[in-house]
């Protein structure tokens, strides 16, 4: 990999700029209504830099980072697939990037159109009734699922179900969402197979119980086979059932959480309809609900009046939860998951969740003779499995986290560690549908040489990365002294 | 197009390595009843010279009109570089950056980041980005209530002129965790807050008072009054700015004798497009004492084990995946794209072109209000400066001349009638410095001879 690139403040002259991007200077005049007393005395410390330097700058931190464009990244229950080319080029179409939010509806039928049959391509999909595309990620689309379940709750005048039943092997978005709603939460245990403890579950829900949260399959990387039964006792005792979208894409096409018995759901448009992450943000947490929350779905909505579409708004959408965000969410995220959805088609979707599946069981299987442990020998991998390396942590003293070390020097992004916390120093693995059998075999290849070092050699394993812009970070270090922002080293 | 590379060889071959015969097979834990009938609803795939027209033919719908609304998303000139080195595929298909060693990229922007917004806001830390202005506003008032210990009411004072949709989405946000959100007043002659109205609260326990600057009507607030306010009453500040008047108005850092408590706005205008409303990003910035009780990813610089300096995630026992029912917020995103794009413009703009960009902005907005006040019947509705957009009065309903604008192709701003009864026939209009004299004289000479038709009828 580059090395290290230093800081853009580093560069900076005092007069130096990209003056050929600044507009005209209108002159200290055009500033004459601005009271002094308000005005800026300083200017702010932004770097001066010219724009080739600023441009190799940025294009060197590029390159200091893995990608899906350059590295197989295995990450489970993120769902890092190719994202393709096309869904961003025709998202950024000039005249989708000029559209002001709160431009008519005359200058915008036809991001309208798309944005209403991305509703209803995503009810299809995914068996549900209505759908509402403005939460901002998953976690926002968390909170608009459950504080539909509340405000469903609260309209019957069931004033009490406050508890939100979570397994123990949830996201931490799940419990982290159900308090900024104002819910309690009750973990609850998962069996020795993965699936939801039944007896556990059934002494938890009562008189209280507001709903159940759910990932299907679950993070442990299988499916939940008696998610008809936990339906079926969690809607007797009054609660809602709620789907947390962050492995969709394992059922892509297979099954639809709407036939499973949910009551809302979550779709991150990031994984599932293959939206970039970039680095971080932004995705697309549209949210889906059968019909007794479709009343409560957060505005703004796409309707259709005959030919025409346009917003549907609080007074569309009265018992509405309200808004989200300050506008439509994350528009042109939802205009790439609408290209993405529409190149696909039936067929394309159908073949989603079986590639997955494939790449997965076979991962797997191969992972398995090259003498790996599957946390959950006995099931079928779903588009993820989870390898456990305790063997090698007692054995070896080598662990989950060095082979996910010493992976990035292989130069294979490494698979999700220390998540699920339940299974002891697991690796979360997730190739999706878009990646070869070639790639899968290079990285068995990687995975059994490190696993041979680990024996041998093993400090080469627990030094790892070796060939990477920086080598093992001092986390402690980090958060104890802290250095948020640069500082100029005073003159001494 | 379903992007599987696979070979029927492939396949038979991976099957063969599992152990089954079939694909469907490896369904068979999936109760058969639940599996899927039909996806009749869906269209035929399309491929990618079809979705390539049908894009364009649904872009051309939209059209390109002259586009004179503000209210909280602002159309400025981005830098050609700022998108062509953005939608690199190394920074647009990255993670979250979980695995500092492959993620030093995107680690080493957002500390760059965090530096610039904490310069621009006069503020010692800022995280690495929320979603957008509104929410980062509701997470702001939750994290007042964390951060103000001497407040137990959790009542936050909110003035009107707050951006409307910023109130909605913060007791969307908050409400059900208690939090209660009381409307401050604001004087319909000035458009701003008058700090003696502040007096009825004298005494209570309130957490924190929100401050927009400029306001939702583009009035500058004397915010150094209502800073002091609250203060001296214990109440914590909530600053909400737009990043680009920050060039030329005083930093919340710098309000009032101690400066804003926290920090919070859209990030929009730094080099990201209108785009209909996202994706953006909201930053937030605020005091080293109350680091702890920020949402959000935050990136520190620290060191490996041969002593040489990285960047690395930080402060992550704040978060949901480690503290889960106990972490500030749920949040696990940061707008990533978006901070790389800011911080490509906010290197390009630097404090010199930043300035440039906010004062032709301001020229070309108060050349907009004087040649629209020039019609009859149009009048500037508040007497306070303003930045980059002002409320204009009209004589009549606003409604219909917006649409006969628009068949022109001029949008001419926020019809107020439905968010602010009260100011009769008003219109928010704002220019910034993608605008020329011609596109103003353009939509001055339209609104003229409509305003003129509908007196004659």
Known sequence: ?492 | MAFIPHTEADVAAMLATIGVARIENLFDEIPPDLRVKSLAGLPQELNEMEIGRLMTERARADGAPLTFIGAGAYEHHIPAAVWAITTRGEFYSAYTPYQAEASQGTLQLIYEFQTMIARLTGMEVANASMYDGASATAEAALMAVRANRKSKSARILVPTTLHPHYRKVAVTTAANQGLKFEELPYCTAEGVTPVASLARYDGQDITALVIQQPNFFGCLEDVDALTDWAHAHAILVIAVVNPTSLALLKPPGEWGARGADITVGEGQPLGVPLSSGGPYFGFMATRMDYVRQMPGRIVGRTLDVAGHAGFTLTLQAREQHIRRARATSNICTNQGLLVTAATIYMSLMGPQGLARTAAAAHARARELVAGLTRVPGVHLAFSSPYFHEAVLQLDRPVAPLLRSLASRGILGGLDLSGYFPELGHALLVCATETKTSADIDRYRAQLSELMQAARAA
């Open chain 1, 1 to 492: 990999m580059p090395a290290p690139e230093q800081l853009i403040f580093e560069y900076s002259h005092a007069g130096r700029g990209a003056h050929d991007q600044w507009p005209h200077d209108p002159g200290a005049a055009a500033l004459a209504d601005l009271p002094a007393k308000l005005r800026r005395v300083r200017p702010p410390e932004l770097p001066q830099v010219g724009e080739l330097e600023t441009v190799r700058h940025f294009t060197r931190l590029s390159q200091l980072n893995f990608s899906i464009d350059t590295h197989f990244y295995p990450l489970g229950s993120c769902t890092m697939k190719y994202n393709p080319k096309a869904c961003n080029q025709y998202a950024m179409l000039p005249e989708f990037l000029a559209r002001h939010p709160l431009g008519p509806e005359s200058h915008g039928q036809g991001l309208l159109a798309c944005l209403y049959e991305l509703q209803e391509m995503l009810k299809e999909v995914t068996g549900m009734q209505g759908v509402a595309l403005s939460p901002m990620a998953g976690a926002h689309g968390e909170f608009a699922g459950v504080a539909m379940i509340r405000a469903y709750h609260r309209a019957r005048g069931d004033l009490k179900r406050n508890e939100i039943i979570v397994p123990e092997a949830a996201h931490g978005t799940n419990p982290a969402t159900a308090t900024m709603c104002g819910c309690v939460v009750r973990e609850i245990p998962v069996d020795a197979h993965g699936d939801v403890d039944l007896a556990a579950l059934a002494a938890a829900l009562g008189p209280n119980t507001a709903g159940i949260m759910l990932t299907n399959p679950s993070t442990l990387g299988v499916f939940e086979r008696h998610i008809g039964e936990v339906a079926r006792i969690v809607h007797e005792a009054g609660g809602l059932l709620y789907y947390d979208g962050a492995n969709l894409n394992a059922i892509l096409g297979k099954v639809r959480p709407g036939d499973m018995g949910f009551d809302v759901i979550h779709m991150n448009l990031h994984k599932t309809f293959s939206t970039p992450h970039g680095g971080g943000g932004p995705g697309a947490g549209a949210v889906g609900v059968g019909a007794r929350l479709a009343p409560f779905l957060p505005i703004p909505l796409v309707g259709k009046d005959g030919e025409r579409y346009r917003w549907l708004t609080e007074a569309d959408v009265p018992q509405s939860i309200g808004r989200l965000s300050a506008f439509m969410g994350n528009a042109g995220v939802l205009l790439r998951a609408y290209i993405y959805m529409r190149l696909l088609g039936r067929e394309g979707m159908q073949r989603v969740g079986e590639y997955a599946t494939l790449n997965a069981n076979y991962l797997l299987a191969r992972l398995k003779s090259a003498g790996f442990d599957a946390a959950y020998p006995q099931r079928r991998a779903s588009h993820e499995f989870i390898v456990t390396l305790k063997r090698q942590a007692r054995e070896l003293n080598v662990t989950a986290m060095d082979f996910a070390k010493r992976l990035l020097d292989y130069g294979f992004h490494a698979p999700t560690t220390y998540f699920p916390l339940l299974v002891p120093e697991c690796l979360l693995i997730e190739p999706t549908e878009t990646e070869s059998k070639d790639v899968l075999d290079a990285f068995v290849s990687a995975m059994s040489q490190i696993q041979k070092e680990a024996e041998q050699e093993p400090g080469r394993v627990t030094s790892a990365p070796h060939t990477m812009p920086v080598r093992r970070l001092d986390d402690v270090r980090a958060a104890r002294q802290l250095d948020l922002t640069w500082k100029p080293t005073a003159p001494s």
